[in-house]
């Protein structure tokens, strides 16, 4: 018998003590927060859904964010200093970086110096209109620089929506796979939702995380439902992301 008034089960239910690897909250150095009063908006609606620790990953990309350590640092310096201020240190924040594969990055593994999320693993990205050609070579580059790539929403790079094999191949390259929360709903077009259900289903994804670049993207995750299906493979990933980039 269909049970009309079935228990919802939301997103948000999973989040308490939630470890982020992968948001935009650091103030006026890329696409995401504009300035440390929106960095604050951010932060308290994020703490309130159960984050419990961030790693702010502002964007690294030549020609558009040309981010390095010292930007980065800046940002986060002046963002944990208005919190001192307010007396806001429940939240545990760090800086890193999410990485275009581009000619500068490239050029950055050369240096061995990335800005990574914790100890080896170095966040990156591509660009959503083709990948690199030489991609297979530039993880290979990461991996033998004694980095552990972890590669930013896969799901979301429509150009392999039809070469599903090809995911597995990445994970045998060696990367790593972070899918993105709203990746779960349609937010980024039903094209995307479905392949974000069969990298998960096909237990591809090791990590997962907000991508939060505005209120508006958390606002979304309050009306995300799973199924009992979807719960169970999340649970997993949430819990592996958490024993993975924990700070004790």
Known sequence: MLHIFSKKHYLKDLLEDFVDIHCHILPGIDDGSKSI????ILLKKMELLGFKQI??????MQGLYPNDELT?????????SELRNKKRNTLVINPAAEYMIDTNFEHLIDKEHLFTL?????LIEMSYLQP????????????LKGYIPVLAHPERYSFYHDKKEF??????????????????SNYYGPSVQKIGHFLLENKLIDFIASDIHSNDHIEKFSEIILSNKQIKYLQKIINNTKKTFLVS
């Open 37 to 40: 009063e929106e960095s604050l």
């Open 132 to 143: 690199p050609i030489n991609l297979k070579e530039i993880i290979n580059k990461i991996i």
């Open 72 to 80: 980065i640092g800046n940002a986060f310096q002046n963002l944990i």
């Open 118 to 122: 914790k100890e080896n693993f170095v």
């Open 55 to 60: 790693i702010a990953t502002p964007h690294i």
């Open 167 to 184: 995911y597995k191949d990445l994970k045998q390259y060696g990367c790593l796979l972070q899918m993105n929360l709203l990746s779960l």
